[in-house]
């Protein structure tokens, strides 16, 4: 087969996968990959999970769909199990990542002219990613995503990340600004992991300004960082999350859940979404969680993520190409002191997937399941490629 039929508009690498289970995949040629980055962090359970593949085959069986024009019992209990690990109060939910954070920009409007604001503004960050939508991608802090789709949507302020100051300057100046819409830690930019005190102070200057304070918890969410949500490392409550990614183990299921007054905001004929949170999906999500629990994976995620960072950090110590290794749980970043975008397809050759962000930072987003041996697979051939790297830049 080939690929004459599909539009440009990814730069694929040169395999095609055919078959996935664990914490590896196989291409059409039947070789084996390590998968240290489950999709872009969407497969926490690995591939083909047992008891997430009997649940889908299950409820495929008694109901895929039915709209939210009905009530769906799968939904309301996926809502209330999602508000009882979070804190929040109501769920919203749609397919994707990019259709979480615009429910929660939709709701920042319209909270922001409930206030009496007409133009409301929300408050993004430099280097973020939201998605690909066109108001998603105007939030997005990355010129590349926006370039060739102006006008983009008005209505954002932008500060640099991790810097509180000038989210006080905004304060000061910018009346319309009724939101502030952040990742927790950066993903897409290269596994930005901000100050520990970053959004405890958000959360204090949100509330003398009477600010949503908006997580894009679509990277960070479900498990990713060795909490349920990065934003519990830190002892602060959002007015509203967006979550997608690692909830449906690869099923497209995004939600945006919302707490106190940002709960009330959105009401019948506000926002909708025919499939959002069909039976199918809400069902594979209800058994992510369930396993997530059962298999203890928030406790894993942590010490997994912390013994490959420890070791790496000790067996590269005095490596010349390594500026830092950074992440929290299996969020991983490796920045090197130059471009190294070549050693996702030297990592692929030697049968491992990474993905290399902002040109310089190796990211790993391995499945939370993953085991000993694996990661200290993972640790290997990285190791192997980073010296050889080093080498090469040396020679
Ligand atoms: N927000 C963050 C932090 C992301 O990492 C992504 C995707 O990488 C998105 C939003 C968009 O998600 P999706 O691709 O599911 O639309």
Known sequence: MSSQHLMANYARLPITI?????SWLWDSQGKQYLDALSGIGVCGLGHAHPAVAAAIADQA?????CSNLYGIELQQQL???LCQLSGMDKAFFANSGAESIEAAIKLARMYGHQQGIKQPSIIVSDNSFHGRTLATLSATGNRKVQA???PL???????PFNDVEALRAVAANSPEAVAVLIEPIQGEGGINVPDDDYLSVMREICDEQNWLMILDEVQTGVGRTGQWFAFQHSNVQPDVISLAKGLGNGLPIGSCLARGKAAEVLQAGSHGSTFGGNPLVCRAALTVLDTIE???????????????RSTLR????????IVSIRGKGLMIGIELNQDCSELLTQALDNGLLISVQAGRVIRLLPPLTISDAEAQQIVDRLLALINDFAAHQAA
């Open 314 to 321: 000790e067996k590269l110590n005095d490596s010349p190409v």
């Open 61 to 65: 069986k008694t109901l895929i769909h």
């Open 148 to 150: 060739g789709f102006e």
């Open 153 to 159: 949507v008005q209505g954002f302020i932008r500060v």
């Open 18 to 22: 055919s078959r996935g289970e664990g």
């Open 79 to 81: 809502a209330q199990r």
């Open 294 to 308: 059962q298999e203890q994976l928030l406790a894993r995620s942590s010490s997994v993520g912390e013994w490959i």
